[in-house]
Nanobody, 123 residues
Framework: QVQLVESGGGLVQAGGSLRLSCAAS????????MGWFRQAPGKEREFVAH????????SYADSVKGRFTISRDNAKNTVYLQMNSLKPEDTAVYYC????????????????WGQGTQVTVSS
């Protein structure tokens, strides 16, 4: 069992930056692929970014590519999401999640989730 706790959300002006952290306990994250998802009010949860456990290869949603960077520190059992050039449409609750196999872009592949952290971008 993996427990995940996100932090780092908050209120920021458009064009600003935030760094989200996802700390794991229970098991080492080095055996899991990790993803970040977000959910805005009235919308479905959507894929944001993914990082593999094996070679730390990454993938991103088109809407955040070039602005967001996912990274991991297996020694600290932590995954990060650096968010730059934030836009009002990035406003959502951001969740980190862990999985071992499946389609990285679908929430259904991820059995372990954090509680989420709110990100609000003002215009």
């Amino acid at each position: 069992q993996v427990q995940l706790v996100e932090s780092g959300g908050g209120l920021v002006q458009a064009g600003g930056s935030l760094r989200l952290s996802c700390a794991a306990s229970g098991r080492t994250l080095s055996n899991y692929h990790m993803g970040w998802f977000r959910q805005a009010p009235g919308k479905e949860r959507e894929f944001v970014a993914h990082i593999s456990w094996s070679d730390s290869s990454t993938s991103y949603a088109d809407s955040v590519k070039g602005r967001f960077t996912i990274s991991r520190d297996n020694a600290k059992n932590t995954v990060y999401l650096q968010m730059n050039s934030l836009k009002p449409e990035d406003t959502a609750v951001y969740y980190c999640a862990a999985y071992t196999h499946g389609n990285r872009r679908y929430p259904e592949a991820y059995p372990y989730w954090g509680q989420g952290t709110q990100v609000t971008v003002s215009s």
